[in-house]
C-alpha cells in the first residue's frame, strides 16, 4: 500500500488530481511562478472566475493565509484552490503561524467539498522567501493531521516540487514522522 503523502517532481498543472494549490497573489489574477503557470494552462475561465469572486477590500479577494475555490476549466485537475501565503519578513510578522493558516484553510475547503486528492507547491518559498527549512515542516505537519482527521481514508496529499533540492526537503522531513514536522 502506498503512502498518502507523495513527493513529486512534476508540473503542477499536469497533475489529474482533484485539485491543484496555486500560490496565489491576493488579487488572484495571476501572477509569476506557480500562479501564472496555473492560470496560463487552466485558460481564460480561471480569470473570469477569480475576477468573480468577491473583493474583501479594494483588489483584495484572498487576504494572506486565507483560501478560496474555484472550478480547474482546462487543467486536468476539477478545482483550484487559491491561497495566499505570508511575505517572509524574518519572521517576526506571524509568518509560521500565517503558513500553516494557508494549509489549513486549504485543507478546510477541501474537507467541504469532498477533495480526497490535493496537491501542493511550495507555498510561499518563491518570490515570497520563506525560508524552505521552515515552511516544508510546516506543510508537512498539516497533511499529517489532514489525513488523521475523521474521513481520511481514501485521501492523498502530492506535495509537488520544482526540483531535486526541495524534492528531498519533503521527503526528509516526512522520514522523521509527525512528531518531527511540528
Known amino acids: 500500500m502506498s503512502s498518502p503523502i507523495e513527493v513529486i517532481e512534476a508540473d503542477i498543472t499536469a497533475l489529474a488530481v482533484d485539485a491543484i494549490v496555486n500560490a496565489a497573489n491576493e488579487t488572484l489574477l495571476g501572477g509569476g511562478g506557480v500562479d501564472g503557470a496555473i492560470h496560463r494552462a487552466a485558460g481564460p475561465q480561471l480569470l473570469a472566475a477569480c475576477r468573480a469572486l468577491p473583493q474583501v ?60 486528492s490535493i496537491a501542493f507547491p511550495a507555498i510561499s518559498c518563491g518570490v515570497f522567501r520563506f525560508p524552505p527549512q ?3 515542516p510546516i506543510a508537512v505537519a498539516a497533511a499529517h493531521n489532514w489525513l488523521a482527521r475523521p474521513g481520511a481514508p481514501g485521501r492523498r496529499v502530492l506535495f509537488c516540487c520544482h526540483d531535486a533540492a526541495m524534492a528531498q526537503r519533503y521527503r526528509s522531513a516526512l522520514a522523521t514522522g509527525p512528531e518531527g514536522a511540528d
Open 57 to 116: 477590500k479594494p483588489g483584495v479577494r484572498c487576504p494572506t493565509s486565507e483560501a478560496r475555490l474555484t472550478p480547474g476549466f482546462a487543467l486536468p485537475a476539477r478545482w483550484v484552490i487559491h491561497t495566499v501565503g505570508p511575505v517572509w519578513d524574518g519572521g517576526y510578522e506571524g509568518e509560521d503561524e500565517l503558513l500553516a493558516a494557508c494549509y489549513r484553510n486549504a485543507f478546510a475547503l477541501a474537507h467541504t467539498h469532498g477533495i480526497g
Open 134 to 136: 521552515r515552511a516544508v
